[in-house]
Structure formats: structure tokens, C-alpha cells
């Protein structure tokens, strides 16, 4: 079946720094993408999206691009933000089911 | 105006008890769904209705029994609860009809199982 992979947190930042958290996915057909984020405490929120290939989801300066030929949907933010800290997790959408990754931590520091 | 809300946000109880969480969603959904979150944040799906009617029930001890009344309401039963059952439970709802709809999450309710 589909599954989700992406890479194991914890992630350590300092203010300011580059992020990445790798996302692979194994559907085969045209899933949809989606990043979620949680803050602690609370539940799952959308960060951003993409439906087709090639496609650019972004939010909040994040930016994940659908690409097709790697089954990957990287998180990417320029400069990250004490307030970035949460868990994110990578999701697609198949066959009317949701499979998520097993989450990333992120932490930042100031 | 929440969207999504459900009911207990915490709940503490003790083995070989009964207890109920309730979810609501005002978003006009089709789609709710129920997912546990263990304590390394793995997210477990559980459950889905669609329009009322069960569409995804995962391998899940039938402890768990799922009602919705209506398209806008799923609640979850749990008997004789046991301790493996600590975790987040978070209630979800969608538009399964549009492939690019997201999920829209509940804030959950954490079961602490005693």
C-alpha cells in the first residue's frame, strides 16, 4: 500500500538558518501533497498544499515542490523563526485515504 | 466559530471504564474521520464516515465503536478501556469528493487511561 516517508527529527536550528525535511512518498498514480504542522498542544493545521506535478505549494515562507520523478515533496523555509518550532508532518491523498508521515520535530533557537 | 470541535479536550479514567468523545464539524464536510496519535507522534488512521456511512475502519480492537448521527457529528465509544489506550485522539473532516481537499483537524482530546 502507500506510505509516507520522511526524515526523523529532532531538527535544531538556529534563528534564521535554511530548513529542510526530506518527504517521500510511494503512491503510485496522482496523489495529492499536503504539509501539516502542530504546535504543542493543539491539532494538526494545514501549512500548504499541491495537486499535480510540479506544482509549488507555499505558505507562511514555506515552499514544497510536487515533483514527480523522485516521489518527493521537500519542506523548505529561507530563514527559520523561534516560532517555527512544532512538528510537521507530510501527508498525500489517494484513493479517498490520507497517509501521513511519522512527523519532524523542529526545534529553533534563538 | 470553530471548525472542527470536539469534546472532552482532556479525559483521565481508569481501566475497565467506559468513556465518549464527541466531534463537530460546521464546515459542511462529507467526510469526518477519527486518527490516534501515540506518544512519538505517529499518527494512526481509525475510522472514516462518509455521509454517514463507514467507509474506512482500520484493524481496531472493537472496544472502539464509532457513531454519527449525521454528516456534521462523529462521536467515538470506547469500552473497558485498557492502558494502551493513553494517547491524543484526533477527530478530522474533509470534502472527499475534491482530491485537493486538506483534512481540517479538531484540537484533540488527550485519554489518559489509568
Known amino acids: 500500500g502507500d506510505s509516507v516517508t520522511q526524515m526523523e527529527g529532532p531538527v535544531t536550528l538556529s534563528e534564521e538558518a535554511f530548513l529542510t525535511i526530506n518527504c517521500t512518498y510511494t503512491?503510485?498514480?496522482?496523489?495529492?501533497l499536503f504539509w501539516y504542522v502542530q504546535y504543542p498542544g493543539e491539532g494538526l493545521q494545514l501549512l500548504l498544499k499541491?495537486?499535480?506535478?510540479?506544482d509549488k505549494g507555499s505558505n507562511k515562507g514555506f515552499e514544497a515542490t510536487y515533483r514527480k520523478e523522485t516521489t518527493s515533496f521537500h519542506l523548505e523555509k529561507g530563514s527559520v523563526q523561534v516560532s517555527d518550532s512544532a512538528v510537521y508532518f507530510c501527508?498525500?491523498?489517494?484513493?479517498?485515504?490520507?497517509?501521513f508521515g511519522s512527523g519532524t520535530k523542529l526545534n529553533v533557537k534563538p | 466559530d470553530t471548525a472542527v470541535s470536539q469534546t472532552p479536550k482532556y479525559l483521565v479514567t481508569q481501566m475497565g471504564n467506559d468513556k465518549s468523545i464527541k466531534c463537530e464539524q460546521n464546515?459542511?464536510?462529507?467526510?469526518m474521520y477519527w486518527y490516534k496519535q501515540d506518544s512519538k507522534k505517529f499518527l494512526k488512521i481509525m475510522f472514516s464516515?462518509?455521509?454517514?456511512?463507514?467507509?474506512i475502519n482500520e484493524t481496531v480492537p472493537n472496544r472502539f465503536s464509532p457513531k454519527s448521527p449525521d454528516k456534521a457529528h462523529l462521536n467515538l465509544h470506547i469500552n473497558s478501556l485498557e492502558l494502551g489506550d493513553s494517547a491524543v485522539y484526533f477527530c478530522a473532516s474533509s470534502q472527499a469528493s475534491w482530491r485537493d481537499s486538506p483534512l481540517h483537524f479538531g484540537n484533540g482530546t488527550r485519554l489518559t487511561v489509568t
Open positions: 501527508a498525500e491523498y489517494n484513493f479517498n485515504k490520507f497517509y
Open positions: 499541491a495537486t499535480k506535478a510540479d
Open positions: 503512491a503510485t498514480g496522482y496523489p495529492s
Open positions: 464546515l459542511g464536510h462529507d467526510t
Open positions: 464516515y462518509n455521509n454517514k456511512e463507514l467507509i
